[in-house]
């Protein structure tokens, strides 16, 4: 009789839909679909993974959807592994439809109006494109994000206010279809959230405080070199940066009105996390929040680099849950160039220290969160989160200092690499050690 069951029991997991096991976690966790010969991210116990929808590749003509488009297979196929799919929805290569045609950069439709239909919002052409992917899509995707970084013009070839309008026309698309859809905006830029931050304090007359946040926010970014708080006043008068600034104070206060959950970008040095979302908060209230593109930036050649940056997702990933967000999603490549460290490098060969990182954080972490304590004191981070079928404590001590802790009982340790650590009591580095225990 035990074996019969035994039997019943593997036959009718064999028809469990990969879905409702993945739905057991409901953590907020993601990352860009990366798929090697090595590993298929999707086989992880991520939840989210972060999609693009270009309006070209799937409505390359005004009559015609190719339903079939390698963007579309790409996420129908991230869905059928048990993934929720927070795609990102972008006007790029519609020639035909297309104010400001042959850039790679997304660009405003030529029939985007002045004013607001009942309708189709500000462009038919838009509304019926983003209605389409609604109605194919209806309940598969829990948020959609409205194009990439906008105040960039890599990114966008509009203005701020036709970018307001492409998304108060695909939010009425979608929830034409999907009332309970959520939709997301671009996300500013994570360079473009130190400089606003930076703009501030100097306003305010903080010049010394601005100056040395200015040092380790942009100490890895790429670029410029800034010495003296003198210069540091100059380049915010540059022209570059005060388009930025002048884009971001326009969009933000509006955004408020208009999305359903902010998007934001992160890159920097995780203890300025903290900072940054007291910040968004100050400007757009209690506004859900959101990161479809969080990352590492550490510059080559730093001693250790690749352990430093496997770290540093781990702590970024708890602040994430710590602060609320809805979801976060790792951007999981390298880029030399801008200094950013992926969980695979720029041949897509899987960086074992930050892949490993990333699946000890997906497997203490990317669970249903039940209660969080914050037993944070002095130069030592503690966060205590409670799940369903355990409890996990996450201890890192500030840069440069150390912490003696003593092991609770009944609880197992890993430093940040998933490895055992077996000892009653030890001294904290910056290095994450994760405390877990198991609930009966």
Request: proline share 4%; hydrophobic share 40%.
């Amino acid at each position: 009789m035990k074996n019969f069951a035994i039997v019943l029991l593997f036959v009718i997991s064999l028809f469990i839909h990969p879905a409702c096991l993945k739905s057991e976690q409901n953590g907020i966790i993601g990352c860009f679909y990366f798929h090697t010969p090595e590993i298929d991210t999707t086989d992880l116990n991520i939840t989210y993974a972060r999609a693009v929808i270009p309006w070209g590749d799937v409505q390359p003509e005004k009559d015609y959807f190719r339903w079939n488009a390698r963007p579309l297979r790409k996420i129908d196929y991230i869905l059928k592994k048990g993934i929720k799919v927070i795609p990102v929805i972008r006007s790029a290569g519609a020639e035909w439809a297309l104010k400001y045609p042959g850039r790679k950069s997304s660009s405003p439709p030529k029939d985007l109006t002045d004013s607001f239909n009942e309708k189709y919002g500000y462009s038919p052409t838009y509304y019926n494109f983003v209605h389409g992917i609604a109605e194919r899509y209806k309940g598969k995707f829990p948020i959609v994000v409205i194009e990439n970084e906008v105040t960039a013009r890599c990114f966008w070839s509009g203005t701020m206010e036709e970018y307001l309008k492409l998304l108060i026309t695909a939010k009425k698309a979608l929830k034409d279809v999907d009332p309970q859809i959520k939709v997301a905006d671009s996300g500013l830029a994570s360079l473009c959230w130190g400089i606003l931050m930076i703009d501030e304090m100097v306003k305010e007359g903080k010049e010394k405080e601005a100056f040395n946040f200015y040092k380790l926010y942009f100490s890895q970014a790429y670029g410029k070199k800034i010495h003296s708080a003198a210069e540091m006043k100059y380049f915010l008068k540059s022209k570059s940066i005060k388009n930025h600034i002048k884009k971001a104070e326009y969009l933000l206060p509006r955004l408020r009105n208009t999305v359903d959950i902010l998007n934001f970008h992160y890159y920097e040095n995780s203890s300025l996390f903290p900072q940054l979302i007291s910040f968004i908060r100050k400007k757009m209230g209690n506004i859900p929040l959101m990161n479809n593109e969080l990352g590492v930036r550490i510059k080559s050649g730093v001693p250790e680099r690749r352990k430093k940056a496997s770290e540093e997702l781990i702590k970024k990933l708890v602040f994430s849950i710590v602060f609320d967000l809805k979801a976060v999603i790792v951007f999981s490549f390298t880029n030399e160039e801008h200094n950013i460290v992926g969980l695979g490098d720029e041949r897509k060969m899987v960086i074992e220290e930050m892949m490993n990182s990333f699946k000890i954080s997906l497997k203490f972490l990317n669970h249903k969160l039940i209660s969080y304590e914050n037993l944070s004191k002095n130069n030592l981070q503690y966060h205590l989160f409670k799940f369903r079928r355990q409890i996990v404590r996450v201890l890192w001590s500030k840069e440069g200092n150390t912490e003696e802790v003593e092991i609770p009982g009944n609880y197992r340790v890993y430093n940040y690499q998933g490895k055992e650590i077996k000892e009653s009591r030890l001294v904290l580095s910056s290095s994450p050690i994760f405390m877990v225990k198991t609930m009966d």
